[in-house]
Each structure stands twice: as structure tokens, then as C-alpha cells.
């Protein structure tokens, strides 16, 4: 790949680059405005590309910035008491990166000579911090195919559940995300899934549908790009929101709205 490619223009990840679970951070790097390698990115780096998607500053950064905290045991990390959508909203206009500790990929050793923290993009794969079971586009970690190269036969599931065939809706990603909870209960006996892997399953689509759609629909064609080629949906059409950029509110109201379309009840059964 010539080193000259402006920023901003896309090309597919060159052999070796380092790549994440997350389409949209692919499609960050592979436009430029993450490091193409995908190696040695720094939180400043990360936290401006969040405003190549339209997101506000403050959304980003509540991203982009614990991100870069310790890794944390999964084990520990799946004993957090989950809470609601709008007591995260509240702690997080107190302290907006607080809440977010268990979003942490860092490793100590990964520091360069001048002192600043990196990750390499696959370090977004570790699991149990931002990385759960259940994603719409990858398997799991428990399975063969791992948790960080994407299935194109997911892929293609995911843009069959139009209802129409043209745009995906809020309740045809609630019912994507039904089927594919039944899917890996039954083929992946080592899932861990409970309703904090839920409402970041659930966050993960509601920052699509506000920064690639209009909160309740998206087009098929830009789910298309940005899953199969890892690439912002440009050519299609889309422009990133200028004006009005997706800040909290917004996006906890569309956590809240998808986890209740989706439904799913997480309650054991009482014990005798
Ligand atoms: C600092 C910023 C971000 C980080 C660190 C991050 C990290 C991740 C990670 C680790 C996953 C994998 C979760 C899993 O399925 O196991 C993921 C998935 C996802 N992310 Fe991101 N992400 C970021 C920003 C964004 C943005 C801005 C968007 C959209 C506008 C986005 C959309 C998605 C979607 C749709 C998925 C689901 C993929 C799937 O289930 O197959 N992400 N992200």
C-alpha cells in the first residue's frame, strides 16, 4: 500500500495490520484515520477518530478513554451488578468515565519508550472488557473460529432480517439479536451472557442506528459496508452528523429502547 494514501480514503487492511472485533474501529483504520496498521494507537488518536462517526466529544471519550485502563479478570468482571440505563446516564454525567472501568484493554507492558500507553487494535478482542459472547458478526471465544475475525455467514443473516429488504429497523435487529442469543445457547456451551454483555451488545447497535442511521432505521447497504468491507458506508450515501452530533442522552435513550424491544428475560429460576 502506498504510504502517501490520503487520510480519509479507504483501502482494505494491509496483510499484517492488527484488527478489533469492532467494524466501525476497522473501518476507522482502514480509512486512515486510525493508524493503518492498527498498531500503537494512542487514547488521543482513538478518542478523535470517535469524532469521524459523528459522535459528540463527551460520547466519545466515554469510549475511547477507559479503553485504555487495565485489563480487568473476567472473571471479576462478569460479578458486576448490572444496572439500568438511566442510573448509568446519571453516574456518568457525575464522572463519565467511571462507569466505564471494566472497558479497560490495556496491557502494562504495552507502553512505548516515551512513556505513552498503546493498544494494538486486537487488543479490543480481550474478553469479558468491552468484548462479550454473543456478538451479531463474530463467534465466540469458546468457539474454533474465535472472538475477532468476522462471519460472513452472520453477515449475511444480519442483512436478510430487513423486514423490507432496503433499510434494517430497530425491531429487525431486536429480532437478529433474539435469534442469535438461541443460536449460541444451543452452540456454545461456554456462553457467558447476562444483561451487562446485553446492554453493550445492545449499545453497540444503538451507536450504529444514531451514527450510521437515523436512530430507527438504517439503510442494508451501509450495514453491508461497514460489516463486509469495514468501511465507512461514504459511497452509499451516508455523511456524518455535523450539527447535531449523538451525545449521551441520546444514546442511553436508544440502549433503553433496544434492550425493551428485545426482551430478554435474564431472572433464574427461584430455587426451592
Ligand atoms: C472507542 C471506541 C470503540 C471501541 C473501543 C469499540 C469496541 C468494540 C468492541 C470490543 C466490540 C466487540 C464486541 C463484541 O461483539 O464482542 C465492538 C463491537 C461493535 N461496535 Fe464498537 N467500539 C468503539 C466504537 C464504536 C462506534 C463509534 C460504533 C458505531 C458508530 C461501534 C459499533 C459497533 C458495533 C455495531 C459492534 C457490534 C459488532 C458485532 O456484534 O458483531 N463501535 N466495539
Redesign the pocket.
Given at each position: 500500500m502506498p504510504a502517501s494514501l490520503p487520510i480519509g480514503q479507504y483501502a482494505k487492511a494491509p496483510a499484517d495490520a492488527s484488527r478489533?472485533?469492532?467494524?466501525?474501529?476497522n473501518a476507522?483504520a482502514n480509512h486512515g484515520y486510525l493508524e493503518r496498521s492498527g498498531r500503537e494507537i494512542y487514547v488521543e488518536d482513538?478518542?478523535a477518530?470517535?469524532g469521524h462517526?459523528?459522535?459528540s466529544p463527551l460520547l466519545?471519550s466515554v469510549?475511547?478513554?477507559p479503553?485504555y485502563f487495565e485489563y480487568h479478570n473476567p472473571a471479576l468482571a462478569y460479578m458486576r451488578k448490572p444496572v439500568g440505563a438511566w442510573q448509568r446516564a446519571w453516574s456518568l454525567i457525575g464522572n463519565p468515565y467511571s462507569f466505564f472501568d471494566y472497558?479497560g484493554?490495556w496491557n502494562e507492558k504495552q507502553v512505548t519508550d516515551h512513556g505513552r500507553k498503546y493498544l494494538n487494535l486486537v487488543d479490543?478482542?480481550?474478553?469479558g472488557?468491552?468484548?462479550?459472547?454473543?456478538?451479531?458478526?463474530?463467534r465466540?471465544i469458546g468457539q474454533e473460529e474465535g472472538?475477532n475475525e468476522?462471519q460472513s455467514d452472520?453477515?449475511k443473516e444480519?442483512l436478510t432480517c430487513s423486514s423490507d429488504g432496503k433499510s434494517l429497523t430497530v425491531d429487525d435487529l431486536a429480532a437478529f439479536i433474539k435469534a442469535?442469543i438461541k443460536r449460541q445457547l444451543k452452540d456454545n456451551p461456554e456462553l457467558v451472557y447476562g444483561p451487562a454483555?446485553h446492554q453493550?451488545?445492545c449499545g453497540?447497535?444503538a451507536?450504529?442506528m444514531?451514527?450510521?442511521g437515523d436512530g430507527k432505521t438504517i439503510p442494508v447497504s451501509y450495514v453491508k459496508a461497514?460489516?463486509e468491507e469495514e468501511r465507512l458506508p461514504v459511497e452509499e450515501g451516508w455523511t456524518k452528523r455535523a450539527w447535531w452530533t449523538?451525545g449521551l442522552l441520546e444514546f442511553f435513550g436508544a440502549v433503553s429502547n433496544l434492550v425493551t424491544k428485545v426482551n430478554v428475560n435474564f431472572d433464574l429460576p427461584a430455587v426451592a
Open positions: 478489533s472485533p469492532c467494524p466501525v474501529v476507522l482513538l478518542n477518530a470517535m462517526v459523528g459522535m466519545g469510549f475511547a478513554v479503553t472497558f484493554c479490543l478482542a480481550s474478553h472488557a468491552i468484548e462479550h459472547d454473543i456478538s451479531l458478526s463474530r465466540d472472538n468476522p452472520l453477515i444480519m442469535r454483555e453493550v451488545n453497540q447497535l451507536l450504529m444514531g451514527c450510521f461497514i460489516f449523538m
